[in-house]
């Protein structure tokens, strides 16, 4: 083996090696772990406690362990607290789940959709925003304003994604800074 061999197999695994460390993003100031699942980190994220309570009681907990991947679009306790007064104790209540879930799954997207996807779909539409569909049937957008990504709901209410690439086992988080609500 040559030496300039040595030094390109050497600078190949330096790379890699620094790859496989690359750390995740933090939420809230919490450490999020790419061998947890979406369900296992959130838990773990402290401005995240609202969803996590709303997940709990639309019964969807198993749901975003299992396998996916899923691209979630979560929003942060403010989004809900930003909420007309009511709105997230009404839909706690078990009476409303299925209106809960329609919520929720209006925020989850199959497949493991990073930052870089979403931005390249978008840019590369003809109207500028990439249109997609949420697991709950419900339309989404995606637009690209300078460095800036907003997902955009049925009713043309843009969210900001304030954290990308939170990458999990089982599939990607974005943290949004409001609630995407369906029609």
């Known amino acids: 083996m040559t030496i300039k061999t040595m030094i ?3 600078s190949v695994a330096l790379a890699i090696g620094t790859a496989a460390f690359a750390a995740n993003p933090t939420v809230g100031g919490a450490p999020m772990l790419v061998e947890r699942n979406i369900i296992e980190n959130a838990l773990n ?5 609202t969803l ?16 996916g991947p899923f691209t979630v679009f ?3 306790n403010d989004a809900f607290a930003a909420l007309p007064a009511g709105t997230v104790e009404t839909l706690l209540k078990p009476e409303n789940k299925e209106m809960l879930q329609k919520v929720l799954t209006a925020h989850v997207v199959a ?6 996807d979403i931005i390249a779909a978008a ?4 109207d500028g925003f990439y249109h997609f569909n949420a697991v709950s049937g419900d339309a989404l957008s995606a637009q690209v304003k ?5 997902i955009y709901d049925e009713n043309g209410n843009a969210s900001l994604v304030t954290v990308a690439d939170v990458d999990q086992s089982n599939g990607v988080i974005h943290v949004i800074n409001s609630v995407l609500v369906p029609k």
């Open 123 to 126: 840019r590369n539409s003809s």
């Open 111 to 116: 497949g493991d959709w990073s930052a870089a």
């Open 146 to 150: 300078g460095s800036k990504v907003y």
């Open 74 to 76: 979560a929003p942060v």
């Open 45 to 49: 994220s402290p401005v995240h406690t």
């Open 52 to 67: 996590v309570a709303a997940v709990k009681a639309a019964d969807l907990v198993d749901t975003l362990q299992g396998e």
């Open 8 to 10: 390109a197999a050497s």
